[in-house]
C-alpha cells in the first residue's frame, strides 16, 4: 500500500512523542517534515524536541521551526502536564540532525507542491503553523488533501468549560483553517477522552522492553506521578496519538460532517469550536468531527508500535 | 530620523491604490529625501488586479519602471472583508475615473510578503515601512518573518480614529476596521509606530486653490493629481478642502516636525458588537498603565505640507 | 469517586459500539458525561435531587410562575396546579414563544380549562431587554399552543405588571418563594434588578433554560436564554440559589407513543389537554429513540420543585456568554471545575424519563 505523505506539525509534548512514535511504527506514513509550533511548552522546546525525536526514532524527516508565539493572543504554555522541557523530564540523546533554514509555513508549501495534492496535514498542536501558512501562501488550498487535527470540542472543553487548550491557545488560527475550505477532521476531546488509558492498560502495554522504552516509560512515570499530586485518577489520554492513528486508521474514530467555527470574541467562550450539532444554521459541513472513537483499537495499535521497537 | 539633511530613506510602501494612495505614491517618487524601495498591493476600494494595474501605471507615468510592485491579500486575515463605506469615493477604476495608459509591465512573480522580505533583508539600513491600506500584508509578513522585525525603523499607519468619528462604522476608521485583526498585530509587534489617523488626516486637507497649483505645475503628474481629486473634492462640497490621508502618512514618514503627535498605547477592538475595529487610544498609557507603542497624530503643520506636495509634483515628469 | 447511572446507561459503551449509535440522550448529543466526570476531581459535589431542600419543607411552597406558553409551559402548569406540595400565587408571562398578546391569552385559556381561573395572571415584558423579539412559532404554532380546541377565554390579566405583582407576592408571603421561569427570563430579571431587598425572599430559581452542551435555537444556545441573554446573565449573576433544567435533561422528557395513548386515557380536564397538547407534535420522533418529539421541557422545570428525585443535579459555576460572535445565549457550564469559580448553580444533567412521564399523569389524574 503507497505511504500517505503527511507533515506532523505540533508540539512536543508528552503525547506528541507517542504520537510520532506511533506514526513511524506505522509503516502507513511517510512523513515529510516535523514542524514545531509553541503550544504545550514554548518553542524553545518543542522545536528542540522535534529536532531530537526525529532523530530518536530516526525518521529522517526536514524539522522546520514554527510560530514561537500565536497569532493574536499572547502566549500559554502548560509545563504542569508536559514538565518544563516538554517530554515530562525525558532527556533524549543529544541530535546530529540539524534544523531547517526555511520556517515551517515555508517547509510546508514546499512539500505541498512536490507532492502535488496528496499532502496531509497531521496537526496536533495549536494551529498557528497552519494558519501562517495559509495566510502566506493562499494557493496551497488545492494542494493539501486533509488536515487530521487534535483541538476542540464540541462538548465540554479542558482549558475553559468549552474551549480545548490547541484551540484556546490561538483561536484565531484554527478560525483561518476552518475557513479554508481544506478538508478537515477534527479529533476533540469528545473523542480522545473516550481513549483514556488506566495505570494498569499502561504498565501494560509499556511491559516489554524496546527501543525507545526509555521515552515512553519516562512520560508515563511522569503523567503518573503528576495526577497522583493533583488527586486524579491514574491513567493517561493520548489525544495526539489518537489524531495520528486516525490519518492511517480512519476506523479509529466515527465521525460526522458538520458546520464548525471557531469562537474568538467571546471572553467565556473564547477558542470553544462551535460545531453545529443541530443544524441550525444551515451550513455546508467544513469539519468532519470525531464523534466517538475506538479505544481497544488505538490501544492495539499502540501495542504494535511497542513491538515495532522491539525488534 | 535622517532625511531631513541626510541621506534618502529607504521606504516600502502597501498600496490599495485609491485616490489618495496614488497621491501618497507621487509625492514619494518625487521626494528626493525618499527612496521607494517596492510597493504592495491589497484589495481595497476596487479588486486587487486592478490596484496593481492602477500602481504600475502610476508607476509608468513617472518613468520609474525599476520600482517592483507585488500582489499581497485579496481577503483580510478572517472571513471576508464586510461590506466598506469607502466605494464610491474613489471612483470606478479606484483612480476617480480619470484614464492613464495601461502599464506594460506586470506585477513581480512573487508574493507581497517575499518581496517585502526580500527588500528588507537587502537593504544596508533600517527600512520606514509606509502602510495605507488594511494591514493584512503588514500583518501576514509580520507573522512569516519575525526575525526581520528589528530591520523595520518604524511603521507609518494611515488609520485609525483616535478621537474623532470614524468612517467604516461610526468609531473605525476603514483600514482598520476592514482587517482589525490584522491591525492589533502590526499594533503590537514592537515596532514603533507613527498612526496618522483621520483625527490628523482630516486637517491635512488640499483647497481648491492648492489643487488647481498641482494642475498649473507644468507636470504630467501634478495634472494627473488634480483630475483624480476632481471626483474625489465632489465628496468634501462645503469643506475647506479635501482630506489627504494616504498622503499625510507618506509625508509624516519622512518629516517629524510635520505632525504634531501624542505617545500613546494603541489597540484595535476586535470584539466589541458595535466597536469592532475601533482604535482604543491611551494617550501616555495613563488609563491602562500600559506601555506606548505608538506616537498618534492630532495635528499638521498644513501649510508646509501642502508645500512639500506641491513641490514633490513639480520635480516629476 | 462514585459515577451516576444517570450520567450514561448501563452498558452504554457495547451498544455504540454496536449499534454504531449513541444511547438515547446521547443521540441528542446531550448526556454523555462519563468521560469528563473521570478526568474529574470529585471536588465538586454531585447529589441527586433528594438533597434538594425544599422537599423537606412540610408546609406548601409558595411558588410564582413565569412562562410564555407554549406547549411545555402548559404541561408545567399542569403539573404545578395539581401538586400538594406547592402553592401557585400566580402566573406571570413574558413574550418568548410568542408574542406577549398570546401568551398571556394561552396562560388564562389553561387555568380556565383546568378550572383554576383564581389564579391571577399578569402580564409583563413583550420583548427581550436589549434585543428584538423572535417567536418559536416554527414549534409552538400561530397561537402560541396550536392543537387543543380552546372555548373563548372569560377572564383577563390582572392590571399590574409582572415584576410588580411577583415582588407584592413575594413581599407578602411569611415564606422565602420559589420562581419557577418557563421562558426568557425578562420578567425575573427586571424583577430582580428593581427589588435587590427581595433576594433574600427568593428561595430558588427554577428555569428551564440552556445546557450544559449544546443548544436546540444556535448551536450553542437554548431558545429561552438564547432570547434574552442579558436577563439570563443578570439572573445567574445574581447570588440566589438557581436550579438550571437545560436541555441535558429535558430533551429526555418525551412521551413514546405508549405514553401518549395511556395520557389519552385519562379522563380529566388535565388528562385532555396534556393529550391533546401532545397531539399537536406526535408524528415526529427524535433520531434513534421512540421518542416523539414532542417539548415538554419547561414541565422539567416544575418538577425540579415538586419531584426533583426525577432529576440528577450537578453543583457547578454558570454564566450565561452575552458578547461571542457564534455562542451568544450559551450557558456555560463549568463542569470540570477549570474556571476555579464557586459553584452557584445546580445543573440537571439527567432525567429519569419513565419517572418524570409517571408524574406528569398523577398530575393529570388529578386534575379532574
Not at chain 1, 478538508?183 to 522492553?209: H, K, N, S, W, Y
Request: hydrophobic letters at 45%; charged letters at 25%; proline letters at 6%.
Amino acid at each position: 500500500m503507497k505511504k500517505i505523505p503527511v507533515i506532523i506539525d505540533c508540539d512536543p509534548g508528552t503525547d506528541d512523542a507517542f504520537a510520532i512514535a506511533l506514526a513511524k511504527s506505522s509503516g502507513r506514513l511517510d512523513i515529510r517534515a516535523l514542524t514545531p509550533v509553541s503550544g504545550n511548552v514554548g518553542l524553545e522546546h518543542t522545536a528542540p524536541n522535534a529536532l531530537a525525536l526525529n532523530d530518536y526514532l530516526d525518521l529522517g524527516a526536514p524539522v522546520g521551526k514554527g510560530a514561537d508565539r500565536p497569532m493574536i493572543k499572547e502566549r500559554v504554555v502548560n509545563p504542569a502536564t508536559h514538565g518544563e522541557n516538554g517530554l515530562g523530564g525525558v532527556e533524549l540523546p543529544a541530535p546530529r540532525c540539524t534544523f531547517e533554514e526555511d520556517p515551517a509555513w515555508d517547509v510546508i508549501y514546499r512539500e505541498a507542491v512536490a507532492q502535488k495534492g496528496e499532502l496531509e496535514i497531521a496537526a496536533i498542536g495549536p494551529l498557528t503553523n497552519i494558519a501562517i501558512t495559509l495566510l502566506k501562501y493562499p494557493d496551497i488550498k488545492p494542494l493539501i488533501k486533509r488536515i487530521t487535527m487534535m483541538g476542540g470540542a464540541w462538548g465540554v472543553g479542558n482549558s475553559t468549560p468549552y474551549a480545548e487548550f490547541n484551540i484556546w491557545v490561538d483561536p484565531h488560527a484554527c478560525d483561518v483553517v476552518f475557513k479554508s475550505g481544506i478538508p478537515i477532521t477534527m479529533v476533540g476531546l469528545d473523542a480522545t477522552r473516550q481513549t483514556f488509558f488506566t495505570a494498569e492498560e499502561m504498565d501494560r502495554l509499556l511491559a516489554p522492553d524496546c527501543a525507545i522504552a526509555p521515552l515512553l516509560r519516562g512520560i508515563w512515570e511522569y503523567t503518573r506521578a503528576q495526577k497522583a499530586r493533583e488527586g486524579r485518577e491514574s491513567g493517561i489520554i493520548l489525544h495526539d496519538a489518537l489524531a495520528i492513528a486516525a490519518v492511517y486508521c480512519p476506523e479509529v474514530i466515527r465521525t460526522e460532517p458538520y458546520f464548525a467555527t471557531c469562537e474568538v470574541r467571546g471572553s467565556l467562550t473564547e477558542g470553544q469550536t462551535v460545531v453545529d450539532l443541530p443544524n441550525r444554521w444551515k451550513k455546508e459541513p467544513n469539519v468532519d468531527v470525531a464523534m466517538s472513537a475506538d479505544k481497544e483499537k488505538l490501544y492495539a495499535l499502540l501495542q504494535e508500535m511497542v513491538a515495532f521497537y522491539q525488534n | 530620523m535622517r532625511g531631513q539633511e541626510g541621506r534618502p530613506i529607504p521606504i516600502l510602501l502597501d498600496v490599495d491604490t485609491g485616490i489618495d494612495d496614488a497621491l501618497a505614491l507621487l509625492y514619494l517618487l518625487g521626494e528626493p529625501r525618499a527612496r521607494l524601495l517596492g510597493i504592495t498591493a491589497m484589495e481595497g476600494s476596487v479588486p486587487l488586479a486592478q490596484v496593481a494595474r492602477n500602481t504600475l501605471a502610476i508607476l509608468q507615468l513617472c518613468g520609474r519602471e525599476d520600482i517592483p510592485v507585488a500582489l499581497g491579500a485579496k481577503k483580510p486575515l478572517l472571513g471576508q472583508f464586510s461590506p466598506s463605506g469607502k466605494g464610491a469615493i474613489h471612483g470606478e477604476n479606484g483612480l476617480g475615473d480619470v484614464s492613464i495608459p495601461d502599464p506594460v509591465r506586470q506585477p513581480e512573480p512573487c508574493r507581497a510578503v517575499e518581496l517585502m522580505a526580500r527588500l528588507i533583508e537587502e537593504s544596508t539600513e533600517k527600512v520606514t515601512v509606509v502602510a495605507v491600506a488594511a494591514m493584512t500584508n503588514l500583518a501576514t509578513f509580520l507573522l512569516c518573518y519575525p526575525h526581520l522585525k528589528g530591520k523595520i525603523g518604524q511603521l507609518v499607519l494611515m488609520g485609525g480614529a483616535a478621537w474623532c468619528r470614524g468612517n467604516f462604522s461610526p468609531v473605525a476608521e476603514a483600514n482598520i476596521g476592514r482587517d482589525p485583526e490584522a491591525a492589533q498585530i502590526v499594533f503590537s509587534a514592537g515596532i514603533p509606530i507613527k498612526l496618522a489617523g483621520l483625527d490628523v488626516t482630516y486637517k491635512a486637507y488640499a483647497t481648491a486653490a492648492e489643487r488647481e497649483a498641482w494642475r498649473d505645475c507644468g507636470t504630467r503628474a501634478g495634472r494627473f493629481a488634480w483630475e483624480m481629486f476632481v471626483h474625489y473634492a465632489s465628496f468634501y462640497e462645503g469643506a475647506p478642502g479635501c482630506a489627504l490621508h494616504d498622503p499625510l502618512a507618506a509625508a509624516w514618514a519622512l518629516d517629524e516636525a510635520l505632525v504634531k503627535s501624542l505617545p500613546a498605547h494603541l489597540e484595535a477592538d476586535l470584539c466589541g458588537r458595535s466597536t469592532r475595529g475601533a482604535t482604543v487610544v491611551d494617550a501616555g498609557g495613563a488609563r491602562t498603565g500600559c506601555p506606548c507603542n505608538a506616537l498618534v497624530g492630532v495635528e499638521v503643520d498644513r501649510e508646509a505640507f501642502a508645500h512639500r506636495l506641491l513641490a514633490a509634483l513639480r520635480r516629476l515628469p | 469517586m462514585v459515577f451516576s447511572p444517570f450520567f450514561a446507561p448501563e452498558g452504554w459503551e457495547a451498544k455504540a459500539k454496536k449499534e454504531g449509535v449513541l444511547p438515547c440522550g446521547m443521540a441528542l448529543r446531550q448526556g454523555d458525561f462519563s468521560c469528563i466526570l473521570k478526568e474529574t476531581s470529585d471536588a465538586l459535589l454531585r447529589r441527586t435531587g433528594e438533597e434538594f431542600e425544599a422537599v423537606k419543607t412540610t408546609e406548601k411552597i409558595p411558588v410564582l410562575l413565569d412562562g410564555d406558553p407554549g406547549h411545555d409551559d402548559a404541561m408545567a402548569m399542569v403539573l404545578a396546579l395539581s401538586s400538594d406540595l406547592v402553592e401557585v400565587r400566580g402566573m406571570t408571562v413574558v413574550a418568548g414563544n410568542s408574542t406577549l398578546q398570546n401568551t398571556s391569552r394561552n396562560a388564562i385559556r389553561v387555568l380556565e380549562w383546568v378550572g383554576r381561573a383564581d389564579v391571577p395572571v399578569c402580564q409583563g415584558a413583550a420583548r427581550p431587554l436589549m434585543r428584538r423579539l423572535e417567536i418559536a412559532d416554527s414549534v409552538h404554532g400561530e397561537s402560541g399552543l396550536d392543537g387543543p380546541v380552546f372555548p373563548p377565554i372569560t377572564h383577563a390579566p390582572v392590571e399590574q405588571n409582572a415584576w410588580d405583582f411577583m415582588a407584592e407576592k413575594v413581599r407578602g408571603c411569611e415564606e422565602k418563594t420559589v420562581l419557577v421561569g418557563m421562558g426568557p427570563l425578562t420578567n425575573i430579571a427586571i424583577f430582580l434588578l428593581a427589588n435587590p431587598e427581595l433576594h433574600q425572599k427568593i428561595a430558588r430559581i427554577c428555569l428551564m433554560g440552556g445546557a450544559a452542551v449544546g443548544g436546540n435555537w444556535t448551536p450553542t444556545a437554548e431558545f429561552n436564554i438564547w432570547e434574552d441573554a442579558e436577563a439570563a446573565r443578570i439572573v445567574f449573576d445574581a447570588g440566589i440559589p438557581i436550579t438550571m433544567c437545560g436541555l441535558d435533561a429535558t430533551n429526555k422528557a418525551r412521551p413514546t407513543l405508549d405514553d401518549l395513548a395511556r395520557f389519552h386515557a385519562i379522563d380529566t380536564r388535565g388528562g385532555r389537554l396534556v393529550a391533546s397538547l401532545m397531539d399537536f407534535f406526535k408524528d415526529r420522533t427524535l433520531p434513534g429513540t421512540d421518542w416523539l418529539e414532542v417539548p415538554m421541557h419547561d414541565a422539567v422545570a416544575v418538577a425540579a420543585v415538586v419531584a426533583p428525585q426525577v432529576l440528577t443535579l450537578r453543583d457547578c459555576h454558570v454564566t450565561v456568554d452575552i458578547e461571542g460572535e457564534h455562542t451568544q445565549g450559551c450557558t456555560v457550564c463549568d463542569l470540570r471545575g477549570v474556571t476555579g469559580k464557586a459553584p452557584n448553580v445546580q445543573v440537571a444533567m439527567d432525567l429519569d424519563r419513565e419517572a418524570f412521564i409517571d408524574l406528569l399523569a398523577a398530575a393529570c389524574e388529578k386534575l379532574k
